[in-house]
């Protein structure tokens, strides 16, 4: 609600909002080549959204990303579908073929 002062206290009226809008979402994808700080990154923005109150979800789309690179466990991990170990022990790829593997 909005209060409307027009200067004279008998006038002063209370206005409601017309217009309700919904939530908005949004999404960061951060991409990198390896070293460059997407972890550190990462971590600290998702510290930084829960010191906000803010609701945030880890997503790992890196089928090579070791579990311990990560501060916050991902609520979604394409490790759970397809792990570079996983199809290099089994097709014997090295590891740029078993991560085109794994990418397609």
């Given amino acids: ?5 027009s200067g004279d206290r008998d006038q002063q ?4 909002p ?3 809008l919904p939530l908005m979402r949004y999404a960061v994808l951060i991409t990198g080549p390896a070293g ?3 972890s550190t990154f990462t971590g600290a923005f998702l510290n930084h959204l829960t010191i906000s109150r803010r609701t945030a979800h880890l997503v790992n789309l890196d089928p090579a990303a070791s579990p311990t690179s990560f ?3 991902p609520a979604i991990d394409i490790k759970d579908l397809v792990s570079l170990e996983d199809v290099m022990s089994e097709l014997e790829y090295g ?3 078993g991560l085109v593997y794994c990418f397609e």
């Fill in 36 to 38: 460059a700080g997407k």
């Fill in 13 to 16: 009226r209370t206005l409601k």
């Fill in 1 to 5: 609600m909005v209060r409307v002062d």
């Fill in 95 to 97: 590891p740029n073929g």
């Fill in 18 to 20: 017309i217009i309700s």
């Fill in 71 to 73: 501060e916050v466990e």
